[in-house]
């Protein structure tokens, strides 16, 4: 069960960022403030699995950390949709899941702020500043998915690995040489969906090529350029 607190702007400088970027920084000050007014918040471990709607909330906001937004197949695989960094919302005000399995994984230790359905949806109704950001919010999260798919058709290990490392960088919104990811050969593979052994020689191969380093905890990028080339793609926020 997870633990919830109630933080304050005044009082946690993590929320007073979350009204500068994403949906909340397409809003005035005081509408985001009465969204996320008296909004509970819980803290997160690396790996742990996260279900909204089973916690009775269906949306929520990336406060800190890093999150893996997937779906999964009845093969029991899993197929990485995006990743939502801070600022980012996840989560959907539709109610039901449409027959799709969807989850959330922290892959950082993570902090996500619970927001208040209802209000949100009585506000959209109200407002149509609040009902186009959750128009954005949706357009944006909608064509991210098509490039990722786009991308990942006929894509070989190495780019989708490549591709991979970047919208995890993306997400966190420091795409510096020298950022170090906390993922392991087996969290790769499983968010690309490939095996372990395959992603090893990838990731052994941009090694020799000084594209990444790597240890038994993460991958440091060294070549965002060469990265990028070997993605295929330009990376976009998935914010």
């Known amino acids: 069960m997870m633990e919830l607190q109630r933080p304050s702007p005044a009082h946690d400088p993590r929320l007073a960022a979350l009204l500068r970027r994403g949906f909340f920084g397409r809003l005035p000050a005081d509408v985001a403030a009465t969204i996320l007014a008296d ?13 909204l709607r089973r916690n009775g909330m269906g949306v929520a906001v990336v406060a800190a950390g890093l999150l893996r937004y997937y779906l999964t197949l009845r093969t029991t695989r899993e197929i990485t949709v995006r990743y939502a960094g801070p600022a980012d919302m996840v989560g959907t005000v539709v109610p039901g899941d449409g027959g799709v399995s969807t989850g959330i994984q922290a892959v950082e230790p993570s902090a996500l702020l619970y927001i208040d359905t ?15 950001a959750l128009l954005a919010e949706s357009t944006r999260r909608l064509r991210f998915a098509y490039r990722r798919l786009a991308a990942g058709y006929g ?12 919208e995890r960088a993306a997400a966190l919104g420091s795409p510096t040489p020298g950022l170090r990811l906390r993922v392991s050969q087996q969290e790769l593979a499983d968010a690309i969906g490939s095996v372990r052994e395959v992603v090893a020689r990838v990731l052994r191969e941009l090694r020799r090529e000084r594209v990444i380093d790597t240890d038994r905890s993460g991958v440091t990028i060294l070549n965002f350029a060469a990265l990028e080339a070997e993605a295929g793609l330009e990376i976009e926020d998935a914010g």
Do not use: H, K, N, W
């Not at 894509?155 to 970047?166: E, H, N, P, T």
């Open 39 to 51: 909004s509970p918040m819980a803290e997160y471990p690396r790996g742990t699995r996260i279900y």
């Open 118 to 132: 209802e209000r949100l949806m009585r506000l959209a109704a109200q407002d149509a500043r609040v009902a186009m």
């Open 155 to 166: 894509a070989s290990v190495r780019s989708r690995a490549a591709r991979d490392l970047l």
